[in-house]
């Protein structure tokens, strides 16, 4: 189902959150050098990047709501529907939380 997809993608983001920290046994396995980075890698270091740097909950937020109305080449993008942006919302939670869990 739709909520059970949601909620191993929200268990991914904290064990990417995890691993991106560094934390020991993040992920239960080695770290594989040949690992591709997927998606939710590159929004994973984002966050927690704008964390380090002392952004909070609300910037963060904000710099993504800026940064999702222009496409790459810098034309207006397609807004996103409220459930893309609960979702984007509710994830970005998880990750600043599990960041500053960690950072103390």
Same mark, same amino acid.
């Given at each position: 189902s739709r909520t059970t997809e949601l909620r191993a993608v929200w268990v991914a983001l904290v064990y990417k959150t995890l691993r991106c920290l560094k934390v020991e046994g993040g992920?239960?396995?080695?770290?594989?050098?040949?690992?591709?980075?997927d998606q939710m890698d590159v929004f994973v270091k984002g966050v927690v990047a704008a964390v380090k740097r002392g952004a909070d909950f609300d910037r963060i937020r904000m710099e993504q709501t800026v940064a999702g109305a222009v496409d790459a080449e810098g034309a207006p993008a397609r807004?996103? =529907? #409220?459930?893309?942006?609960a979702v984007l919302s509710q =994830? #970005?939670?998880l990750v600043v939380l599990a960041t500053e869990a960690v950072m103390g």
């Open positions: 992920d239960g396995a080695e770290e594989d050098p040949w690992r591709l980075e807004p996103r =529907s #409220t459930q893309e942006s =994830s #970005t939670r």
